[in-house]
Each structure stands twice: as C-alpha cells, then as structure tokens.
C-alpha cells in the first residue's frame, strides 16, 4: 500500500510540474507559445481549465501525503532497524572495567627475573 502511494504522489508531482509551467503568468510563461495554435478550447476554457487542474492536483497531493504517512509500515520487534539494536545494546563507558597500568620497573629485567 505504502509504495503504492509513494508511486501516486510521484504521478501527482510530475503533473503539477507540467501544468504549472504551461499556465501563464505575468511574463507570459510557455503557455504564451501555445496560445496562438491552441484554439479548440479557447484561452480563456484552457486558463480555467489549468487552474482547476492546479487546485484539484494539490488537493490529491495533499491526501496521498496524508494517507502515505499513515500507511508507513510499521515493524515489529523483530523488524527494528539495526540503529535501534545498536542503541540498545551499547556499553556504558562506566561499566567497562578499567585495567590497572604499572610501569615496569627500571631495574627488572627483561624476561621477568
């Protein structure tokens, strides 16, 4: 379900980019290169139409955002990250035993005699 919905949002954000960049804004946008040779609808059907095509696609965002995030996939015990098992399991710096550190005596010699 999860990569379902991660597959979706991916669709939904390419469309938003498209449609975005074809509407015309105040510099005239890539819509302005079209407008001449697309006549079928009109300007003014073709600026409603990206706009509720805008409004419609950040709704659909927003519930694929939102149902992505409740149907993350949620582990067991058995599931948990190695992170988690690492925290868990770590030694504490006041428990690790400390060795005592003599300096060998100046007047020994070497093989302890």
Do not use: H
């Not at 005239?28 to 079928?40: C, D, E, I, M, V």
């Not at 095509?53 to 599931?79: H, K, N, Y």
């Not at 770590?90 to 093989?111: M, N, Y």
């Amino acid at each position: 379900m999860y990569l379902l919905v991660s597959v979706l949002v991916l669709i939904v954000c390419v469309l938003m980019i498209l449609i975005v960049l074809v509407q015309n804004s105040k510099g005239g946008g890539l819509a302005s290169n079209f407008q001449s040779s697309n006549q079928f609808m009109g300007v003014r059907k073709t600026t409603d139409f990206l706009e509720k095509s805008t409004w419609t696609l950040a709704v659909g965002l927003m519930a694929f955002c939102v149902i992505g995030s409740l149907s993350i996939p949620r582990g067991d015990e058995a599931d948990r990250s190695i992170l988690e098992d690492r925290i868990e399991t770590i030694i504490d710096p006041s428990a690790i035993p400390t060795f005592p550190t003599t300096t060998p005596d100046p007047g020994a010699t070497p093989d302890g005699q």
